[in-house]
Nanobody, 123 residues
Framework: QVQLVESGGGLVQAGGSLRLSCVAS????????MGWFRQAAGKERSFVAA????????YYADSVKGRFTISRDNAKNTLYLQMNSLKAEDTAVYSC????????????????WGQGTLVTVSS
């Protein structure tokens, strides 16, 4: 059973930084591309960033490009998201997932999501 546990969210002022972590179990972590998604209140979940199995390639939504950095440590089964220059519109619940790229879109490779971690950016 795949389990994903996100942490690192919190309340931060606009312009500040946070680092999110996601610890994965129940899957061969290094065998999957991994990604971050977010869901703001009243909105659909959207793609934020993805990273290839060995970390050699990264992909970002236009809205976070240049501000967020995704990384992974396969020895620790852990995925990270460094978020800098945060804006009020980054406020959301952030979730990680093993991902597949289908066409030009990233999708969760498994049905379940972790509980997510809430990021609140005050303006």
């Amino acid at each position: 059973q795949v389990q994903l546990v996100e942490s690192g969210g919190g309340l931060v002022q606009a312009g500040g930084s946070l680092r999110l972590s996601c610890v994965a179990s129940g899957l061969t972590f290094s065998g999957y591309s991994m990604g971050w998604f977010r869901q703001a209140a009243g909105k659909e979940r959207s793609f934020v960033a993805a990273i290839s199995r060995r970390g050699g390639s990264t992909y970002y939504a236009d809205s976070v490009k240049g501000r967020f950095t995704i990384s992974r440590d396969n020895a620790k089964n852990t995925l990270y998201l460094q978020m800098n220059s945060l804006k009020a519109e980054d406020t959301a619940v952030y979730s990680c997932a093993a991902v597949n790229l289908i066409g030009s879109n990233w999708y969760n490779a498994f049905a379940a999501w972790g509980q997510g971690t809430l990021v609140t950016v005050s303006s």
